[in-house]
C-alpha cells in the first residue's frame, strides 16, 4: 500500500469554529484553508477476531488542493494483513443528496446512507471491501472543538458499538463477517506537525462494556481533550495521560495510564495490528512533506484496559506519534 501522506494526516487534524451539526452528516465542509483536511473513519472488530478499517478523506494537505483520499485495511486473525489506498483529484469526488438519504463519493470508495443503513465500500488494488452500519447517530464528545493557533480540531462521533457486517470479494475466497462497529468525522484546518505530539485511542466495542477512550498530548504539554466515553453516551474526563514502549521495533509492546480524579487507567497492547507510515513511502519527496507535517507514525494493536475494581475490557488501540 503507499497511502497519500494527506490521508494518514487527517486522523491528526484540525479546524475554524463551525456551525451546528450538518443536515447531511457526510457532507464534507470543502473550506479553502491550505491546511483543511477532513476525514470519515469507520472501523469494524469483527466476531473471529479481525479486524477492518475505511477511511474516506477530502483534503487540501499536500500538492493540489481539494483532492480525495480513500484508503481501506483488513487485517485477518491470523494470516497477512491487506490494505489499500487511492488519490483522486477535485473533479473525482461529491457529495449528492436524494429522497432523504445521501451518498459520499470518493473516486473508487464511497458512503451511502438511506433509512436506517449506512453502506461503506472501498475497491482497491482487485478488491472490494464493504461494511454495512446502521442510521448515523451523530454526538459531539467533550471539547469536541479545539482550537489551536489560528484554526481548530474538531471530532465527531458518528458510531459506537453497531452491528457491523462485513463483506470482502477479490483477492482470495469471499468473506463475510458480522462483528461490533465504530465512525468518527474529523474536520481541520492546523498543520499536523503543531497539532499534537501524540495521541492515545482505545476502542472497546464488542460486549457489553463499549468503551471510547481519545487523548491528546499537546505540543507544549497540555492534555486535552481526554475522555472516556461509556455506555449510553456518558463520559469521564480525566487530566493526563503517558505512555511507555518497550520490545522489539518491529513488534513494540505500549503502555498507555491515564489518570484523572474519576481515577487511573492501564491500557496494555497486544498484537500489532498496523503501523502506518505514509511520509516514509514518499521517498525524495519526503523531507517536502515532513516541512509542514512532521513524520507521524500510528500503531494500531490488540490491547486491554484495565480499570478501577478490577474493570477488564479487552479493544484496539492506536498510539499516533508525530516523530519516531
Not at 494493536?301 to 474493570?311: F, M, N
Amino acid at each position: 500500500m503507499r497511502p497519500d501522506t494527506s490521508l494518514a494526516l487527517a486522523a491528526l487534524l484540525c479546524l475554524a469554529p463551525l456551525p451546528a451539526l450538518a443536515a447531511h452528516v457526510f457532507a464534507p465542509k470543502a473550506l479553502e484553508a491550505d491546511e483543511y483536511a477532513e476525514t470519515f473513519t469507520f472501523v469494524a472488530d469483527l466476531d473471529d477476531g479481525s479486524y477492518a478499517q475505511v477511511q474516506l478523506s477530502v483534503t487540501n494537505l499536500g500538492p493540489g488542493s481539494g483532492h480525495g483520499i480513500c484508503r481501506a485495511l483488513h487485517v485477518p486473525a491470523s494470516g497477512q494483513a491487506w490494505s489499500g489506498g487511492e488519490r483522486v483529484g477535485a473533479k473525482d469526488w461529491g457529495h449528492t443528496a436524494a429522497g432523504g438519504g445521501e451518498l459520499l463519493r470518493v473516486g473508487p470508495c464511497s458512503i451511502r446512507s438511506a433509512g436506517n443503513r449506512t453502506t461503506v465500500s472501498a475497491r482497491l488494488d482487485g478488491r472490494q471491501i464493504q461494511l454495512v452500519f446502521p442510521a448515523p447517530a451523530p454526538e459531539r464528545p467533550p471539547s469536541h472543538e479545539l482550537p489551536v493557533g489560528g484554526g481548530s480540531h474538531v471530532t465527531e462521533l458518528v458510531s459506537v458499538g453497531a452491528p457491523v457486517r462485513l463483506q470482502i470479494r477479490g483477492g482470495g475466497a469471499p468473506i463475510a463477517l458480522e462483528g461490533s462497529g465504530y465512525a468518527d468525522h474529523s474536520v481541520s484546518t492546523v498543520e499536523p506537525r503543531v497539532l499534537a505530539r501524540r495521541w492515545v485511542r482505545f476502542r472497546a466495542l464488542r460486549g457489553e462494556r463499549k468503551l471510547v477512550l481519545l487523548g491528546r498530548e499537546a505540543l507544549e504539554g497540555g492534555f486535552r481533550p481526554l475522555w472516556l466515553r461509556r455506555a449510553a453516551g456518558r463520559y469521564d474526563t480525566f487530566a493526563r495521560f503517558a505512555v511507555a514502549r518497550n520490545g522489539e521495533a518491529k513488534a513494540p509492546r505500549f503502555v498507555a495510564t491515564v489518570e484523572g480524579e474519576q481515577g487511573a487507567l492501564r491500557i496494555e497492547s497486544d498484537r500489532v495490528l498496523h503501523r502506518h507510515a505514509p511520509v516514509e513511502e514518499f521517498g525524495v519527496l519526503s523531507s517536502v512533506v515532513k516541512a509542514f507535517a512532521g513524520s507521524p507514525v500510528t500503531y494500531t494493536c490488540r490491547a486491554t484496559l484495565h480499570g478501577p475494581g478490577g474493570e477488564t475490557v479487552p479493544g484496539i488501540l492506536e498510539i499516533s506519534l508525530a516523530e519516531e
